[in-house]
């Protein structure tokens, strides 16, 4: 996430085929649900400048941040997660749950969910309801 002044992003050359960019960014990521370990961070600040974006530090700051809409995110510090380490995170129905996770955020827990990947975003869809703080 970033935040830019309007009219300042223009596209300079569009690269190939969408068929085949689409084809070489596929990755069969719906096919089992996973369990993972990590925190749930706010988008804006873990993505931006503020350091640490992470942990009670920066807990109250993150609750503010999801309670106002930004989107959260998930951080795995599990091996499984393998090399993408951050997911947004959403409902199983693929809906907001802002509201729903806030007393999970900047603790470490275990979360149980399907990967899916649209573009160049990895989204995992959750039961909030399941959470498991460690």
């Known amino acids: 996430m ?15 085929n969408s068929k085949n960019t689409a084809k070489s960014q ?21 993505l931006g400048v503020m350091k640490p974006a992470i942990a009670k530090i920066h ?5 503010r941040c999801i309670s106002g809409g930004l989107p959260p995110l998930f951080v795995s510090t599990d091996p499984k997660a393998g090399k993408y380490g951050y997911f947004l995170l959403v409902s199983h129905e693929g809906k907001a749950v802002n509201k729903e996770i806030l007393d999970f ?10 990967i899916e990947k649209k573009g160049n975003f990895l989204i ?5 309801n399941k959470i498991r703080t460690l």
């Open 59 to 63: 807990r109250s700051c993150a609750i």
């Open 2 to 16: 970033i935040e830019v002044v309007s009219g300042s992003i223009k596209v300079l050359k569009e690269k190939g």
């Open 26 to 46: 596929a990755h069969d990521y719906n096919s089992e649900e996973v369990m993972l370990k990590g925190e749930i961070v706010d988008s804006k600040c873990y």
């Open 105 to 114: 955020v900047a603790k470490p827990i275990e979360i149980t969910g399907k």
């Open 124 to 128: 995992l869809k959750a039961n909030p």
